[in-house]
């Protein structure tokens, strides 16, 4: 499995539910999982409950989120969330565990909003491609629809990097 070096995320210390709430509450549902009548957000209490239903760790999808994660050894190292941000949203399960380290609160309202960024998110990633049958050259930054997030003091060096190189984009 693909492993984004910045989708390791630190999270010693925390307890496990703390962790997941906050991420179940900065996530928004996808595709079919919009049918779901479960809760867009939940309680520690709620959490707690929901690991505690299963015999591990791992989450694949809850109420319609698409979460994909192990929590298996959260509380003692971290963990993996490429799958997440996948479709939540790239360094979306970051911001959300910084906030949550920032307040202490799994259920905050700055975690809530992350649920706006997400739905941006999931909705690109699962459009249809008007494009299909296509192909452009382009750059592999705006193939990849990469942002760049540097500023005048601190250029984003790698954005830069893959600007430079040329892609040949196939669309399905």
Do not use: W
């Not at 700055?110 to 249809?128: C, G, W």
């Not at 990849?144 to 196939?170: F, I, K, N, S």
């Amino acid at each position: 499995m693909f492993c984004d070096p910045q989708a390791l995320i630190e999270t010693k210390g925390l307890k496990t539910e703390a962790i997941l709430c906050a991420l179940f509450n900065a996530a928004s549902k996808v595709g079919l999982g919009n049918k779901n009548p479960g809760p867009s957000m939940i309680t520690l209490e709620e959490a707690e409950e929901m690991l505690m239903s299963r015999s591990g760790f791992y989450l694949e999808y809850e109420h319609g989120k698409r979460l994909k994660l192990d929590l298996t050894r959260a509380e003692e190292s971290g963990i993996n969330a490429t799958q997440y941000d996948l479709y939540q949203g790239k360094g979306l399960a970051r911001a959300a565990i910084d906030i949550l380290r920032e307040t202490g609160d799994p259920c905050h309202g700055k975690i809530i909003a992350l649920q706006a960024i997400s739905r941006e998110n999931v909705e690109r990633m699962t459009k249809p491609n008007p494009k299909a049958g296509q192909s452009e050259v382009t750059s592999f930054a705006e193939a990849m629809e990469l942002r760049d997030r540097g500023t005048a003091d601190e250029p984003d060096h790698e954005y830069q990097h893959y600007a430079a190189q040329t892609c040949t984009t196939l669309h399905l």
